[in-house]
């Protein structure tokens, strides 16, 4: 009987691995592809996350960004150095991901990898998980299992407070120009953007929309970007995914379990940052599940509480923000992007430095004439 199974080795799994197993719990995590896997994902990682943990992330880093470069419709550029602490960590996710579950597994916790979970049960007491090679029981359960995984549903999460998302993204090697800079286009897609980030040997070159409306053509947009960059998307492998967005207050837990991570739709609406968050779940997750293992008959549902203060109070005003300026984006970019201390400001919430509630007002009045 372990005092916590995790279901899913990403980001969340992880960090809740490393900090419970740390506490001196005992930990299972359950992973359904063989590790390292790859993940499709921008890999754009903010260094706050340094302060949840201590030990040194530098091996698991592939450049460090401090520059921005944004473009309308491949033209009217702006550039800037950001003024933050650290630079923006750029990560590739099978590197990352399994750099973090080692960690988790120095401290004691146990990995069993190209393992997938089939399905739960509730024992009076205890959650029985089965696999296709045994089952195995938990006083706790932790769903850490992405944006598609099962675990929500058969947790009885049948609505979750979601806003699906659609991403395209490429990994090209190529001989990268500047390793220090990152790229954002808006204007040439509806209702997202286009990014560009680089890592020690290539680019990750992305597209998502965040609001909805009339289908695009993924591909073919994506490919005229990275033409910019000459680079050829078309012989890349390219993968489409769903992301779970931030939607407002919701639930995040029940009889002895708790959603982490993507699972829980903790993706930024605006930027659709969504290491971060997923971390932060875990962290609070491996700290509530064990004041719960102590006694705490509040621990469960005080998690929900945490993650919708310190979390979703934030994502509101992203969300707000998301809708006014990709609704408007013409606008967005002239009156944020453009403003000179625009650039500064992504920075710093790309870096943790600044919420969205620091800034969302000021720039909504500006999106928004007599908004507020």
């Not at 970019?333 to 007002?361: F, H, N, T, W």
Request: with cysteine.
């Amino acid at each position: 009987m372990y005092d916590c199974i995790i279901v899913g080795a990403g980001p969340a799994g992880s960090a809740a691995a490393y900090h419970l197993a740390k506490r001196g719990n005992s930990v299972l995590v359950l992973e359904k592809d063989s590790l390292p896997r790859y993940k499709p994902c921008g890999g754009g990682v903010s260094p706050a996350i340094a302060q949840w943990f201590d030990f040194d992330f530098s091996p698991a880093i592939s450049v460090k960004v401090d520059s921005l470069r944004f473009t309308w419709k491949l033209e009217d550029p702006v550039e800037a150095k950001i003024d933050i602490k650290e630079p923006v960590w750029m990560v590739r996710r099978e590197i990352f991901d399994h750099f973090l579950i080692q960690q988790a597994q120095q401290q004691g916790a146990e990995l069993k990898d190209n393992l997938e979970v089939i399905g739960i049960e509730f024992k009076s007491d205890h959650w029985q998980v089965n696999t296709a090679k045994g089952t195995f029981t938990g006083k706790y359960l932790i769903a850490a299992d992405g944006a598609k995984g099962p675990m929500a549903k058969w947790l009885g999460f049948k609505d979750r407070k979601r806003r699906l998302a659609g991403a395209l993204e490429a990994e090209v090697p190529a001989e990268v120009v500047n390793k220090n800079m990152a790229h954002f286009e808006f204007g040439l897609l509806k209702n997202g953007y286009i990014w560009n980030f680089p890592k020690a040997d290539g680019y990750s070159i992305g597209i998502g929309t965040f609001i909805g409306g009339e289908p695009q053509d993924f591909k073919k947009i994506l490919d005229q970007y990275a033409q910019s960059f000459n680079v050829d998307v078309k012989n890349s492998k390219q993968y489409g995914h769903a992301i779970c967005l931030w939607d407002g207050t919701q639930k995040l837990h029940t009889q002895n379990a708790i959603l982490a991570g993507e699972a829980a739709c903790v993706v930024d609406p605006f930027t659709a940052e969504g290491i971060r968050p997923s971390i932060f779940t875990g962290v609070l997750a491996a700290q509530f599940i064990h004041q719960a293992l102590g006694g705490d008959l509040n621990a469960i549902e005080n998690y929900s509480n945490a993650i919708n203060e310190q979390w979703g109070a934030d994502m509101a005003w992203a969300q707000k923000l998301a809708g006014a300026f990709y609704r408007f984006p013409g606008i967005g970019y002239k009156v944020g992007v453009k403003r000179p201390s625009g650039a500064q400001i992504m920075g710093k919430i790309l870096c943790g430095e600044l919420k969205y509630g620091d800034v969302a007002g000021r720039a909504l009045q500006r999106l928004i004439p007599g908004f507020g």
